[in-house]
T-cell receptor, first 110, second 112 residues
């Protein structure tokens, strides 16, 4: 069975400091991993997907298959980055269901 | 483009009442999903529909039913609401592949 673990429920950093949100996964197949972000009382938005290896809003994430991790990083946090972040994994199969971690609430302090 | 539209945005029910949450997408996506979001538990899949005419249970289907009315619409029904079903419900759709999902804005349901 697949599982996504986000060990930190809450994370606070000061503006301008580096931030890393941790995500570990367990999955027997080849994972497809994503980061979603949810700003206060808004819908979830796709932030990153590991296949595209892109950088969005200064965030990057690298898939480390050896450590089964997909940590989200940003070198200089901004106050507008404060949000709930979810790591998610797609199961292979016809419907390709997303399995989510429990989320990390990031607060960037001024 | 509306994307994924959910109605209603808010609802308060009494225990034992029934209601249907509506979801529609205009992106010609094949797959649609219902999740519930609870503090500390992330999003959990209730039901999904891989394509028009098919539905399958997710992780937490008890107490819910779904209908894939056509390719655009996927509704979630609570036949007899319970306080444990107090949650925020999100509908999502996907075309498949590694492009992820598009989510609706959510329905905040309170069962008293």
């Amino acid at each position: 069975a697949q599982r996504v673990t986000q060990p930190e429920k809450l994370l606070s950093v000061f503006k301008g400091a580096p931030v890393e949100l941790k995500c570990n996964y367990s999955y027997s197949g080849s994972p497809e991993l994503f980061w979603y972000v949810q700003y206060s009382r808004q819908r979830l938005q796709l932030l990153l997907r590991h296949i595209s290896r892109e950088s969005i809003k200064g965030f990057t994430a690298d898939l480390n298959k050896g450590e089964t991790s997909f940590h989200l990083k940003k070198p200089f946090a901004q106050e507008e980055d404060s949000a709930m972040y979810y790591c998610a994994l797609i199961r292979s199969g016809s419907a390709r269901q997303l399995t989510f971690g429990s989320g990390t609430q990031l607060t960037v302090l001024p | 483009n509306a994307g994924v539209t959910q109605t209603p945005k808010f609802q308060v029910l009494k225990t034992g009442q029934s209601m249907t949450l509506q979801c529609a997408q205009d992106m010609n996506h094949n797959s649609m999903y219902w999740y519930r979001q609870d503090p500390g538990m992330g999003l959990r899949l209730i039901y999904y529909s891989a394509s028009e005419g098919t539905t399958d249970k997710g992780e937490v289907p008890n107490g819910y039913n779904v209908s894939r009315l056509n390719k655009r619409e996927f509704s979630l029904r609570l036949e007899s609401a319970a306080p444990s079903q107090t949650s925020v419900y999100f509908c999502a759709s996907s075309i498949g592949g590694a492009v992820g999902y598009t989510f609706g804005s959510g329905t905040r349901l309170t069962v008293v």
